[in-house]
């Protein structure tokens, strides 16, 4: 017994090849998605575009487009706006767990550059993303940053 829904074996077969024609393209996006969406700090290599920094120590504020890079637990950079680098902080010690910068949550590194001691606090509460970073300088107050960061990709 076969049932009739008025497509013609031809319109039928035409509508079927369209979808399957269609069908890898959506599997494609929905997996890309998903890596976008899903990024693991603590596993993944992270580019964080900032838009506006803070010098805490001076007070001076400007807008940029710098980036911080952070690889996996391993180490964190900071490159100007030509991507030149312009600091390599190594990671020695992990505060916290945030497993999709997607979403609400933080982690806080303790790191070292150039024989000096300090941390980077990567931040998101909703829309807003804000890295931290303050690095003690001897005897001088310590130097502390903070980026507004504009938006999150892996690499």
């Not at 107050?141 to 504009?150: A, K, T």
């Amino acid at each position: 017994m076969s049932i009739n829904i008025g497509l013609s074996n031809t319109q039928e077969s035409k509508s079927s090849r369209k979808y399957k024609m269609i069908l890898p393209f959506i599997l494609l996006l929905l997996t890309t998605s998903q890596g976008l969406l899903g990024q693991d700090i603590e596993v993944e290599t992270i580019a964080w575009n900032i838009q506006h920094k803070v010098d805490i120590s001076t007070g001076n504020s400007e807008s940029v487009s710098e980036k911080i890079i952070s690889y996996d637990n391993n180490h964190i950079e900071w490159h100007d706006e030509k991507g030149i680098l312009k600091y390599d902080y190594i990671i020695r010690q992990v505060n916290g767990q945030w497993s999709n910068v997607a979403h609400s949550g933080s982690i806080l590194y303790e790191v070292e550059s150039d024989g000096k001691q300090g941390t980077v606090g990567f931040t998101r509460d909703g829309q807003e993303i804000i890295i931290n970073l303050i690095m003690l300088n001897g005897d001088s107050l310590p130097e502390r940053f903070r980026f507004i960061v504009s938006n999150v990709l892996p690499l």
